[in-house]
Structure formats: structure tokens, C-alpha cells
């Protein structure tokens, strides 16, 4: 006999089970940039206990993973255009199972950091505020194209301070934290270019949706990417960063495949794939900064485990962002 099959949404399968959806929902993928972070801040500030690195990264991971689930929650909306198989997601576990896996992310998140101090607390304590008001109104931060980037670059900067936290200091001022913040506030104009259309019609004013087409969108994304390079050199001519640093340009080679990538993209799908492109390329960066900030073996085996982590959950299709946008394709009628 055959196993039962799964109901699918275009070839996306709908998870029966709410622990499945939950971890769907809360794009695993997307815990590298946090956690990333705060390795880089913890590393900076010259920690080097295991079970704080290990319980640092266990609160960014499930902070952004309760943030995705807010998000997916209050974007149904945008979604039932973007990314409908979410929608269907959302429903299967309803309010009740939403509101249940947040408690148990957050609480969760809020235990683990008793263990890390008052100062970590308190920079947690920043991080769920805009963990929930980026999606949920009435701040809702991403319904404004300015505080959407400026909360959207909180994942990377918030994480970083984190790390700092653990050591008992926090710099506002440290250029490091002031470079990777930046990069991750221009970063997240990439993401809303596959979204221009369903957001356009749901009436949400995004850094895409601002401009009259999607063309300029893309071409205001390239040229606010490319700001960062200038903000880096700026901060080894005035003696902040050392010159070591500016071996972070190399990824400049990188961004300019994706760019030319972004120009040539013709759909919501191919704008998609750049997508993809683009956050191994975000995440890139934070980990080669990581490597200029401390080169020694540890953060060989960073870069490494963050990689597997992400091509390890991208091989299992452990996200509910869909590349395939198989329902945006015109289906034949049937004869």
C-alpha cells in the first residue's frame, strides 16, 4: 500500500502537525543572521564560554523565529498574493496555535537569558518589543518604508549588542556594530522587490511599492547597496576599523552579480531567486567580518556551521518563503 499522500499547494505540501508548521513559519534559515551577530559582538568583546555562546544563540534563534511567526500572522493580507501557502499554514494552526508557539518561543527566550545577565535582558527586551511591533499594529513599523528598514536592521544590530551585553558593556558607537546595522538596513530593500506586486495591491507602502515601478525599485535597492562599501572606507580612513577590514570589499564582487541579477530578473520567481542570492550574500558578510574581527580557527568553524545550518535547512525546504511561485503561473484550461 502506498503511504497517504500530504494535500499540497501548488508542490508545496500543507503539514498536518502544528509543531511542522510552527517550525515552517519560523524560517529556520533566517536565525543565521542573529546568531551570527552575536557571535561577532560576543567575539569582539572578547567573551569565550561555550555555554553563554551557546545560550546566546539559543535566544536569537528563537526570537527570530517568534518574529517570523508574528509576521506571518499579521501579512495574511500580503501573503494571500505573496505567499499564499502561509495563509493555508496560518489557518491549520489558527489563534490559538499562534498566539500558544509564541508564549513558548518568547517565554523560552526570556528564560535562557536570566542566565546572561540584567544588561542582556534589557537588550532582549528591545528585541521582542521590535520582534512584535515590526508586523503588529498599531506601531507596525513595516507599514512605513523608513522604520520598516530601520526595524528590519535590528535583527543584526540588536544581536550584536547582545553579544557585546554578555561582557557587561554596550557601545552604541562601536563601528563595527554601526557597519553590519547598515548593511543589514540596506539589505532589506532586496527582500521587499519579489513582494512589490501583492504589496502593491494590499495597499502596503514598502521601499519597493514608493516607486512607480518595479525597475526603479530595483535600481534604488542597487545603489543603496552598494552604500555600505563607502561607509566601511570611511571608517578605515578616520582610523575606527583597522585597514584589515577593507578586505570586505571582495564581497563587493559578489553584490555586483547580484545586482546585474536584479536588472535581468523579469518576474516575482526570478526576483525570488536573487532573493536567495542575495541573504547567502548578507550572511557572507557577516561572517567574513567575523573572520577579519578574529582570525583564527573558531571562526573557520563559525562559517562553516553556519553554512551547513542553511544549506541543510534550504535541502529540506524548511521554510515557508516558496521560490517557486508556481501559483503566480498561468494554468492551461482543461480541454
Do not use: C
Amino acid at each position: 500500500m502506498s503511504p497517504p499522500q500530504l494535500p499540497t499547494f501548488g508542490t508545496v505540501p500543507i503539514l498536518p502537525h502544528t509543531f511542522q508548521i510552527v517550525l515552517r513559519l519560523s524560517r529556520p534559515r533566517t536565525w543565521t543572521f542573529a546568531a551570527s551577530s552575536f557571535i561577532l559582538g560576543y567575539t569582539i568583546a572578547g567573551g569565550s564560554s561555550l555555554f553563554q555562546l551557546a545560550l546566546g544563540l539559543a535566544v536569537a534563534g528563537l526570537v527570530t523565529a517568534a518574529t517570523n511567526v508574528v509576521n506571518a500572522f499579521a501579512d495574511r493580507k500580503e501573503d494571500a498574493v505573496n505567499q499564499p501557502s502561509r495563509v493555508f499554514w496560518i489557518d491549520q494552526i489558527g489563534l490559538p496555535g499562534t498566539i500558544t508557539s509564541l508564549l513558548v518561543l518568547y517565554g523560552m527566550a526570556i528564560a535562557a537569558s536570566i542566565l546572561l545577565g540584567p544588561l542582556f535582558m534589557l537588550v532582549l527586551a528591545a528585541g521582542i518589543f521590535n520582534s512584535i511591533f515590526y508586523s503588529i499594529r498599531p506601531l507596525r513599523f513595516k507599514g512605513r518604508p523608513l522604520p520598516s528598514l530601520v526595524s528590519f536592521s535590528g535583527a543584526v544590530g540588536l544581536a550584536f549588542l547582545s553579544g557585546l551585553s554578555v561582557m557587561g558593556s554596550i557601545n552604541l558607537l562601536n563601528p563595527v556594530f554601526l557597519l553590519l546595522t547598515y548593511f543589514m538596513f540596506t539589505y532589506g530593500t532586496v527582500k521587499n522587490l519579489p513582494d512589490y506586486s501583492g504589496d502593491k495591491k494590499a495597499g502596503t507602502r514598502t521601499s519597493a511599492t514608493i516607486f512607480h515601478s518595479l525597475t526603479n525599485a530595483v535600481r534604488f535597492s542597487g545603489i543603496l547597496l552598494f552604500t555600505p562599501y563607502i561607509l566601511l572606507i570611511g571608517f578605515v580612513l578616520i582610523g575606527s576599523l583597522g585597514p584589515i577590514y577593507l578586505a570586505d570589499l571582495g564581497m563587493g564582487l559578489i553584490f555586483a552579480v547580484i545586482f546585474y541579477q536584479m536588472l535581468k530578473a523579469k518576474s516575482s520567481q526570478e526576483l525570488e531567486k536573487t532573493h536567495t542570492f542575495g541573504f547567502f550574500y548578507a550572511i557572507s558578510f557577516i561572517l567574513f567580518t567575523l573572520v577579519l574581527a578574529s582570525p583564527t580557527l573558531y571562526s573557520i568553524v563559525v562559517i562553516l556551521s553556519a553554512y551547513l545550518w542553511t544549506l541543510l535547512v534550504s535541502r529540506v525546504s524548511m521554510d515557508s518563503r516558496i521560490e517557486n511561485r508556481d501559483w503566480e503561473k498561468p494554468r492551461r484550461k482543461k480541454p
